[in-house]
Every structure is written in structure tokens, then in C-alpha cells.
């Protein structure tokens, strides 16, 4: 046995990130800017107060793509909620499509491998 734990701590453990694909009624550059200190790109939209001021350091929003229409992110729900993220995103143009994906599992079992 590699790992004995309830299924609730490993989905609390290990399914923090969540894969947003979106697929976008504006360009996705719309919604990016670049820092100048690192050079990555990041969301420029502004949350609900009581969740964020604002999502300039983009804390644990990872965009992991964005060409034409089509944006990809990479979101530590720990970190920061999906709903007001896709709400924010939905206040500055309107979505076509939107596709939300655990990590792979073999990512997931890399994972619990790496910690043992």
C-alpha cells in the first residue's frame, strides 16, 4: 500500500489545481497584461472586494495559454475560489465555452510518489 488515506484528504491534497479552458467571444489578450518584473503574462480583471482588491499578482492563477479566442489557466483553488475568477472573467466579455479538468492522474500519482 502506497498510500492509506480517506478519499476526501487526498481530494483536499491533491486536487487543488483545476484546469480552466475558455474559449472566449473576445480575444484573450483582452484580458492580460504583462508584469514587468518577471515578464509573465496575468489576469487583469477585477473580483469582489471580499474575495481580492485586486487579481494583479495573480496569486495562484497560472495562465497556461492564451492564442486567438482560446485561454487556458491554471487555478490553485486553495489559494483563490473558481467561482468569482469565471465571474470576473464574464464581467469583461462573454464566454463561448469553458471546460474545468482535474490534473491528470498521472500527475496525481507522480505526486504522491514524489512525497513518499
Known amino acids: 500500500i502506497i498510500l492509506d488515506t480517506p478519499v476526501a484528504k487526498m481530494k483536499r491534497d491533491y486536487l487543488k489545481v483545476k484546469t480552466v479552458d475558455l474559449l472566449l467571444e473576445e480575444p484573450a489578450a483582452t484580458l492580460l497584461k504583462t508584469d514587468d518584473a518577471s515578464g509573465e503574462r496575468r489576469l487583469s480583471i477585477r473580483l469582489p472586494s471580499s474575495i481580492h482588491e485586486e487579481l494583479l499578482a495573480t496569486e495562484g492563477i497560472k495562465v497556461l495559454k492564451a492564442k486567438g479566442h ?27 465555452d ?4 482535474d490534473p491528470p492522474m498521472e500527475e496525481i500519482i507522480a505526486r504522491i510518489y514524489g512525497e513518499i
Open 70 to 96: 482560446g485561454l487556458k489557466l491554471a487555478i490553485d483553488t486553495a489559494r483563490c475560489p473558481l467561482e468569482p475568477i469565471i465571474a470576473a472573467v464574464m464581467q469583461h466579455c462573454h464566454i463561448l
Open 98 to 101: 469553458m471546460t474545468i479538468a
